[in-house]
């Protein structure tokens, strides 16, 4: 996994231009259902983080690029939860492996609404919220307020630490 993320900022970092599309790329496969537990993009935005202030790119539109990703992926979730309802739990890999779909259930009943935005910053829950949110019919303005505040915070999250260090590591 390693060899693959640093194959990916190396890309990156050669294609300059196109960092707002891979990074939109990357977050909408980090925040699909199921896809983001294969999906390694974390550390990779992350490294992006470090290659904006490194590489001279323009934070704004990798930001942009982050956020929309990650909005459209729990979008594109939570219509498949509303569209499937129970029979979700009959769906590879929650067919395996129940205890999946069972931690979000419990985990949205706790938090209701604020789940999906909580959600979006912890790890394996952040691939099915959006998914439950759907299964249970969660108002589909709700459910949007909190995805797209959430996504543009997490992708601040995730890219400004990186362009931090590398601003505060280059001034010395």
């Known amino acids: 996994m390693q060899s693959w993320a640093h194959d990916a900022l190396a890309f990156v970092e050669a294609h300059a231009h196109l960092a707002p599309y891979i990074v939109f790329a990357l977050a909408f496969g980090e925040s699909l259902a199921v896809i983001s537990l294969i999906v390694p993009a974390t550390f990779i935005l992350v490294g992006v983080g470090a290659l904006i202030e490194a590489g001279g790119m323009a934070l704004l539109p990798i ?25 979700t739990h009959k769906l590879w890999p929650f067919s395996r492996h129940p205890q999946m779909l069972e931690r979000g259930e419990r985990f949205f009943h706790r938090y ?43 992708a601040l999250v995730l890219l400004a630490p990186g362009a931090a260090v590398m601003k505060f590591w280059s001034g010395w």
Do not use: C, T
């Open 112 to 154: 209701g609404s604020w789940s999906v935005f909580i959600g979006r910053f912890f790890g394996p829950i952040r691939a099915v919220i959006p998914l439950v949110a759907g299964m249970f019919a969660m108002p589909a303005l709700v459910f949007q307020m909190a995805n797209i505040a959430s996504a543009m915070l997490w």
């Open 63 to 87: 930001w942009a690029g982050a956020a929309a990703g990650a909005a459209l992926g729990d979008a594109v979730s939570y219509w498949v939860g509303f569209h499937f309802k129970e029979h």
